[in-house]
């Protein structure tokens, strides 16, 4: 674990809320020179405190109007690898994140889909058909509210 200032946490704020930012925008906010805060985020990218930039889309209007959380209990672990469910899973376009859980269930997925009818076609030809796939609990998203994460 990297040891943070008030100003790493600053500059993480900043970028969480904007990461196209110039190291000379942010530090213009931040009250630092243009080289001061480009070594700092450098330092964060260099010890893996920032792992990368992502570009958040907007699912609805390129189509995607539902989206569905599924719960996936494996039905023969020893039979089938988890890496071979994984890989197989991960394959699927409409699958946005496969996350290995402990709970109920061993896996949660999310899952986008053009409506409830083409959601119900990705699980009945796709998901439901995967090696070892056996129990299954989906939940509809009605809304979402981002959050930044702990910064501390």
Do not use: C
């Not at 906010?29 to 080289?35: D, E, F, I, Y």
């Amino acid at each position: 674990m990297i040891e943070l200032d008030d100003v790493d946490r600053r500059i993480l704020r900043e970028l969480v809320a904007d990461a196209t930012q110039s190291a000379s925008a942010l530090g213009r906010k931040l009250g630092l020179s243009q080289p001061a805060t480009w070594r700092r985020v450098k330092r964060l990218y260099d010890t893996g405190v920032i792992k990368g930039q992502r570009m958040d889309l907007d699912r609805e209007k390129l189509g995607f109007g539902v989206s569905v959380f599924l719960g996936i209990k494996l039905a023969t672990k020893g039979r089938v690898s988890l890496d071979d469910f994984e890989r197989a899973v991960s394959a699927i376009p409409e699958v946005q994140s496969v996350e290995h859980i402990l709970g109920v269930y061993d896996y949660r997925l999310r899952v986008v889909a053009r409506d409830i009818s083409d959601f119900e076609r990705v699980l009945r030809r796709r998901i439901m058909t995967l090696p070892g796939v056996g129990d299954v609990e989906a939940n509809v998203l009605l809304s979402e509210e981002r959050r930044p994460g702990p910064i501390g």
